[in-house]
């Protein structure tokens, strides 16, 4: 085939932890001539995005962060605010930034079977010329989900957002402030309401199953040994060992197991003895679906939010808007100022904002028919070139090991393609069919598809998590490039 200009362009959607991981691993092959998409005005992704009072990560920064950028961590758990400037820094270190094309929106990707090169369709309508891969980085957890009495239009004439909506300079000083939702979002939102709203009434569905944090600034004795590379690492490594041991064949979503069972039993035992003068409460915060069903909630300081006399606890869901208020489903209004939606997001949809065209103009969506599925997350057959992020299935913990394994694995699968001089990667139907088989298997095995969870697709079936840990994750992109992909 006759080389074209921009033969070798990779695009990638997205410039958050996933995209820039791909992005730097694309440089590390020697490729350079890439293009990142960004829909919004600034890098981040989901730390852009997510920037409501009390937004923390809840896994330690020494191993939510890239192994190859060290970084000088304020404490054991970083703010949205240092994880933004910490990937800001690693882009621009990099030399990134120049590469990514904010504002804009990407809505298609379509593979020319005359060319074997990617169109990509953004809002603009700008003629981006053609690609030879596409990296999709858009992450799993980036479209709000509203009930349906708050999309669109509605009567209530107070301000009201979504958690990862939050308009920047909204505060909830003096306001009467009410959060519909329980999960890892609404107990940071809650926590910091309780220290500035004058009321805070929380619409609880469901109790969640919480563990404390721990959560802790590091001295700066402990920050000056950090900057020792042996004792960062060591860090770094006793924390991976840790995950990988828990995550041990899920270990810790299987009933039974002893990661869930020593688990569970500490989460009770927080919960009793956080709430135990507060029987009243004790009773209403006591989740009835099996630990880890949902994912954990860590928290120092949910319990003790809900006990201050301005919080109050709703236990039913917030059902429908009134101009004034929230009512609730058992009919009951509740007068607010402002409501905060943390009711999470529309994850088992994924890529529900791309279509994504592949052989023969198949549409993605279409051959997923509601339940998607790759091979590890990456590949789906079919759709050459094109790699996912973060796809189905690859939900687990350490986050950032796993954008690193993956973008590893696109890059140098394209470095590989241009240096045999092929054009095409696809992945065999096969070996993704017998994949996904021995997935569900393992993941039946599981707590998860034991209630309802944003794991699951509208089938029912989990299309977000790995069964696994990390370790066994990489083995398994090691193993794919050898038995499971081919190149023409
Ligand atoms: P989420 O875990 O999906 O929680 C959404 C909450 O909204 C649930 O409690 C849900 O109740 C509730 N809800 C939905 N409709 C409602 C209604 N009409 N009235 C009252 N409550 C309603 O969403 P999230 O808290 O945004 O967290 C999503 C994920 O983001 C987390 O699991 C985590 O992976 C990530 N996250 C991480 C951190 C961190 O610290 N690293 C922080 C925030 C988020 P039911 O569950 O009963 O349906």
Redesign the pocket.
Same mark, same amino acid.
């Given at each position: 085939m006759k080389k074209s200009a921009g033969e070798h362009r990779v695009a990638i959607i997205g410039a958050g932890f996933s995209g820039l991981a791909a992005a730097i691993a694309l440089i590390k092959q020697g490729i350079e001539d890439f293009v990142i998409f960004e829909q919004e005005a600034g890098l981040g992704g989901?730390w852009w995005n %997510?920037h409501y009072p009390g937004? /923390?990560?809840?896994?330690e920064s020494h191993i939510?962060s890239f192994s190859f950028e060290p970084y000088d961590w304020s404490g054991i $758990?970083a703010t949205q605010e240092e994880l933004l400037d910490y990937l800001n820094h690693v882009a621009k270190k990099w030399q990134v930034v120049k590469r990514i094309r904010f504002g804009e929106k990407v809505e298609q990707v379509a593979w020319n079977d005359a060319d074997h090169q990617y169109t990509v369709t953004t809002a603009s309508g700008e003629d981006h010329g053609r690609f030879c891969a596409v990296i999709s980085a858009v992450g799993f957890?980036n479209v709000p989900?509203l009930?349906p009495? @708050?999309r669109g239009e509605t009567p209530f004439k107070g301000v009201q957002c979504h958690?990862?909506r939050w308009p920047h300079g909204l505060e909830m000083t003096g306001k009467r402030v009410g959060i519909?939702?329980?999960? =890892? =979002?609404?107990?940071?939102v809650v926590t910091e309401a309780e220290r500035q709203a004058e009321d805070v009434t929380i619409?609880?569905? /469901?109790p %969640?199953w919480i563990l404390p944090k721990g959560s802790l600034a590091f001295t700066e004795k402990e920050r000056r040994w950090f900057k020792l590379p042996l004792i960062y690492w060591w860090k770094r490594a006793q924390l991976y060992w840790r995950y990988d041991m828990r995550q041990w064949f899920a270990g810790h979503a299987r009933a039974g197991w002893k990661a869930n069972k020593s688990r569970a039993e500490a989460a009770l035992a927080y919960l009793k003895e956080s709430l135990a003068d507060r029987p009243d409460l004790l009773e209403l915060a006591t989740p009835k679906f099996p630990f880890e069903a949902?994912?954990t909630?860590?928290s120092d300081t949910y319990y003790d939010s809900l006990k201050s006399p301005k919080v109050h606890l709703v236990p039913?869901?917030?059902?429908s808007l009134t101009e004034t208020g929230i009512v609730?489903?058992t009919g009951k209004e509740y007068p607010v100022d402002m409501i905060v $939606? @943390?009711?999470?997001?529309d @994850?088992a949809n994924y890529l529900c904002t791309l279509q994504v065209k592949g052989i023969g103009g198949r549409d993605l969506h279409q051959q997923w028919a509601g339940e998607p599925e790759a091979l590890l997350g990456m590949m789906v057959p079919g759709f050459p070139n094109f790699f996912m992020m973060y796809g189905p299935n690859t %939900?687990s913990v350490p986050l950032v090991t796993f954008y690193e394994a993956q973008a590893s694995f696109a890059a140098s699968m394209i470095k590989t393609m241009i240096r045999r001089g092929k054009t095409m990667i696809d992945v065999k139907p096969e070996a993704t069919q017998r994949f996904n088989k021995w997935l569900q298997n393992l993941l039946s095995k599981t707590v998860w598809g034991t209630t =309802?969870? $944003?794991f699951r697709a509208g089938t029912g079936k989990i299309v977000s998590q790995w069964p696994l840990n990390a370790t066994s994750y990489i083995a398994g992109l090691k193993l794919a490039k050898l038995f499971a992909v081919r190149m023409r």
């Open positions: 989901t %997510n937004a /923390e990560v809840d896994l939510y $758990y957890l989900l009930p009495f @708050a958690t990862s519909l939702g329980t999960g =890892s =979002s609404a107990v940071q619409f609880q569905l /469901e %969640n949902r994912r909630v860590l039913h869901g917030a059902q609730d489903s $939606y @943390a009711t999470g997001f @994850a %939900n =309802s969870n $944003y």
